[in-house]
């Protein structure tokens, strides 16, 4: 059985999705972007690096293309925080991933997310 404590209802999805596509709002005022669609390859690439959790942050590359960025993180206990394994921290290694792809366009049309 999974783990349910991070799984949500879809009712409750769907408000959030709504809420993030709202014309008065301000979450996302630069496009239509909806949502990003993540190759698993990609994603057991990542996790298999040691990482204890993943960040993602969002971005804007040249051609305005919306972005989320993905890098590892190790946890410290010192300070109770996950720490970015970003390239200026980790030698050989702590790389920051743009695999993503926006949707629109690559979205699944018959999504009750959409």
């Known amino acids: 059985m999974k783990d349910s404590k991070n799984i949500i209802p879809l009712t409750t999805a769907q408000a959030w999705a709504k809420k993030w596509r709202r014309e008065e709002g301000t979450y996302n005022s630069h496009h239509e972007l909806h949502a990003f669609l993540i190759p698993k390859e990609d994603l057991t690439g990542l996790l298999s690096e040691g990482v204890d959790a993943v960040r993602a942050y969002l971005g804007v590359d040249d051609q305005d293309v919306e972005k989320l960025m993905i ?9 109770d925080t996950y720490v970015d394994m970003t390239p ?4 050989n290694s702590g790389h920051i991933y743009d695999f993503t792809r926006p ?6 049309a018959a999504s009750p997310l959409n």
């Not at 949707?103 to 699944?108: A, G, H, N, T």
């Open 71 to 79: 890098v590892g993180t190790k946890y410290d206990a010192v300070t």
């Open 88 to 91: 200026d921290r980790i030698v």
């Open 103 to 108: 949707c629109p366009p690559s979205c699944d």
